[in-house]
Nanobody, 119 residues
Framework: QVQLVESGGGLVQAGGSPRLSCAAS????????MGWYRQAPGQQRELVAR???????NYADSVKGRFTISRDNAKNTVNLQMDSLKPEDTAVYYC?????????????WGQGTQVTVSS
């Protein structure tokens, strides 16, 4: 199993720049990707940003140019720097880890951290 502990978030003014962090522990071998998803009230959970073991990244169109994902392999952490926040960024943000174990691709989720952007 993989345990994920998220930190950061909270109430932020529009235009603010908070940083989310997620630390992974447990069976963290063979991590293929680490990322952040978010879910706003009444909406489906969506990918925000993801970084692969290769270093490649992908971002939701809505956050490109504003959010930056980074990964510290030595500390098994993934960070999300969020700049120029907008009220529509308000959501619960979830850390996600994707592993490759033989033919299987198990993934794991953090408990979520609320980000509320006030206008």
């Amino acid at each position: 199993q993989v345990q994920l502990v998220e930190s950061g978030g909270g109430l932020v003014q529009a235009g603010g720049s908070p940083r989310l962090s997620c630390a992974a522990s447990g069976s963290i071998g063979s991590i293929n990707a680490m990322g952040w998803y978010r879910q706003a009230p009444g909406q489906q959970r969506e990918l925000v940003a993801r970084i692969f073991s290769s270093g490649n990244t992908n971002y939701a169109d809505s956050v490109k140019g504003r959010f930056t994902i980074s990964r510290d392999n030595a500390k098994n952490t993934v960070n999300l720097q969020m700049d120029s926040l907008k009220p529509e960024d308000t959501a619960v943000y979830y850390c996600n880890v994707l592993r490759r174990v033989g033919p299987y691709w198990p993934d794991y989720w953090g408990q979520g951290t609320q980000v509320t952007v006030s206008s």
